[in-house]
């Protein structure tokens, strides 16, 4: 019976070895084969955005490799989508317009082989680029401005700002460029130091990978919106665990951090360890309770209708200054609420929810830069507007940047900076 059963597994064994070997030679790089698979037969096509999946049939060459398609622009530049043998579609993208384009598609054996060409006449749908600049809206802020756009395929665009205005007597003109695959994104062009009576001109293009480009789309004249830095040396901070409208302060005086640093406008660099810290004493300021949230509450001297937030993170990143550290990511917080007091019902009025985005394909040393920088986030992100007038705010640290803005293991801050105007 063993020996049964060992002859069973020993077939088995050699007819996969076999198989597979057969398979492998699919993929060896030489052949010697000089024969053109035969010509791909086509079932349909679906048009997509700027492009179109293609439905086939393959032909029964044993050595066949893959499926190609070529498109060529008007400019003349060419482009080869590709698909392997294993799948019985392929998408194409690039094209300009919804106009009629033909496609050649092939197919490749292993050796390099190309069949005859299998021309396809497609109508695209409006491609991705020109609909996000049909989507852009732009919206004036405070000393700056800033554009939303929705790109549903979350394809690779640029989008080239052109902005025109008048300093100090003499127009001037300067371009932004963005590049992007969200499926939604905003882009801000900041420290624009203009009275509302120097409007802003605003003149766009939107181009992707292919060379694609829209024309210039004009999208007007803004005003922008004046605000000024709040001096800090008005503020006064409670102690912590002391309570205002039942909330409590935070314990930020963990380590080597104190709860001060957040207001002294110097930022943590590798080498002043300036932040505060929780030491994991968040929501009611003890340790059992564990750590987010936690409230930074700040009296600001004064009334102000608020307008703007700046937040620094801990960085700690090495006396260098020249490495990431801990900008985000680990102890900082990504997600925050902004709240502010309303005398007329004694009780904090909820401002917004600002979520600080993770920058990608950074540098070290750009990371340290960016992080320097700061955060800045509107109180009304969508329509930026003032605050009613508060003498209290309060920042609210609800999650950190880690497991995706999910963990409560935030313990850190560097700096918040708070702008607006003074309510006499």
């Known amino acids: 019976m063993k020996s049964k059963k060992f002859n069973l597994l020993y077939i088995t064994f050699v007819l996969l070895l076999a198989f597979s070997c057969k398979e492998g030679e699919r993929f060896k790089p030489n052949s010697g084969d000089g024969s ?15 492009g179109a999946r293609f439905y086939y049939t393959l032909p029964p060459d044993e050595d066949l490799m893959s499926v190609e398609a070529i498109y060529t622009s008007k400019n003349g530049k060419s482009f080869t989508f590709a698909a392997s043998y294993f799948v019985d579609s392929l998408d194409v993208y690039g094209f300009p317009s919804t106009d009629e384009y033909t496609i050649q598609l092939y197919a490749v054996d292993r050796a390099g082989n190309k069949s005859e060409a299998l021309d396809v006449k497609v109508t695209p ?3 991705a680029f020109s609909r996000v600049a049909n989507s852009m809206e732009v919206k004036p802020g405070f000393s700056s401005f800033f554009l939303d756009w929705e790109n549903e395929l979350k394809q690779n665009i640029n989008v080239y700002v052109d902005f025109t205005f008048n300093q100090d007597g003499a127009s001037r003109t300067l371009t932004s460029v963005f590049s992007s695959n969200l499926e939604k994104d905003r882009r801000f062009i900041n420290d624009l130091f203009l009275p509302p009576t120097e409007k802003v001109a605003v003149k766009i293009r939107v181009e992707d990978i292919y060379g694609n480009i829209t024309e210039t789309l004009d999208k007007g004249s803004i005003s922008l919106f004046e605000d000024n830095k709040i001096e800090k040396a008005q503020w006064v901070l409670p102690n912590a665990n002391d309570s205002i409208g039942g909330v409590p302060m935070v314990f930020g005086n963990g380590y080597e951090g104190r709860n001060r640093y957040v207001i002294d406008d110097i930022i943590d660099r590798g080498d002043n360890l300036n932040f505060m810290h929780t030491n994991s004493r968040g929501k009611t300021g003890r340790t059992a309770d564990g750590n987010m949230p936690w409230n930074f509450i700040i009296d600001l001297g004064g009334y102000y209708e608020l307008s703007r937030i700046i937040t620094v993170q801990r960085h700690s990143g090495g006396l260098a200054n020249i490495s990431r550290g801990q900008f985000y990511r680990n102890e900082n917080v990504g997600l925050y609420n ?3 007091w309303d005398d007329a019902t004694s009780s904090w009025e909820f401002v917004s929810q600002s979520k600080i985005l993770v920058p990608e394909g950074l540098s070290e040393l750009e990371f340290v830069k960016k992080g320097e920088a700061g955060d800045m986030a509107y109180m009304y992100p969508d329509e930026p507007a003032y605050t009613k007038p508060t003498r209290w705010f309060r920042y609210e640290a609800i999650k950190s940047f880690n497991g995706n803005y999910t963990l409560e293991d935030g313990n850190c801050l560097s700096e918040i900076t708070l702008y607006g ?3 006499n």
């Open 338 to 340: 902004m709240y502010i």
């Open 125 to 127: 749908l409006e491609p």
């Open 421 to 423: 105007k003074k309510r």
């Open 36 to 50: 053109a698979p035969g010509k791909v037969t086509l079932k349909n096509y679906k048009p997509l955005f700027g």
